[in-house]
């Protein structure tokens, strides 16, 4: 905590000695971001400087910003690689039939920014999605094990 400032003694001078005494103690050695212009300090004013700081510090994902329209015409777009993950037909039908259920949503709610975008072909894509989908390899035939031997035949043998 610092002392009050002397009665009498102008405020700028008191700071000014306050500011040669840290000095002399050596506290703004070593601080961080020494001999760095200060940020953002040369830049143009940015109403929105708040928003686009609060985005990157938190790691937002700039996507869920979209309008639903541009959203779901981004998931079509990459379609083929959220099918790959996919495993089993059913969850390809079962992720198709919810794109495709999001998509008619938004075309009757035409509320805000609207750009065209039609539901997918579902059977084309399952089709495309069992033509392309990696063979799994063969498993290794397992030795049959060997008959289980009754405890006479272990006791005797």
Do not use: C
Request: without cysteine; hydrophobic residues 35%.
């Amino acid at each position: 905590m610092t002392e009050r400032k002397p009665p009498g003694m102008r405020t700028e001078d008191w700071v000014e000695a306050q500011i040669k005494r840290a000095q002399a103690q050596g506290e703004f050695d070593d601080l961080a971001g020494a001999g760095k212009p200060l940020p953002k300090l040369a830049d143009p004013h940015d109403p929105d400087w708040w928003v686009k700081d609060f985005i990157r510090r938190e790691k937002i994902e700039t996507d869920a910003l979209l309008p639903p329209s541009v959203q779901l015409r981004k998931e079509k777009q990459a379609i083929q690689d959220k099918l790959a993950v996919l495993r089993t037909e059913p969850e390809v039908r079962d992720y198709l039939q919810d794109l495709n259920r999001r998509i008619l949503l938004q075309i009757r709610d035409a509320t805000g920014i609207v750009v065209p975008v039609g539901p997918v072909d579902e059977e084309e894509l399952v089709a495309h999605w069992q033509a392309n989908r990696p063979t799994p390899p063969p498993r290794p035939s397992e030795p049959e094990p060997a008959p289980k031997r009754s405890l006479w035949q272990r006791l005797f043998s």
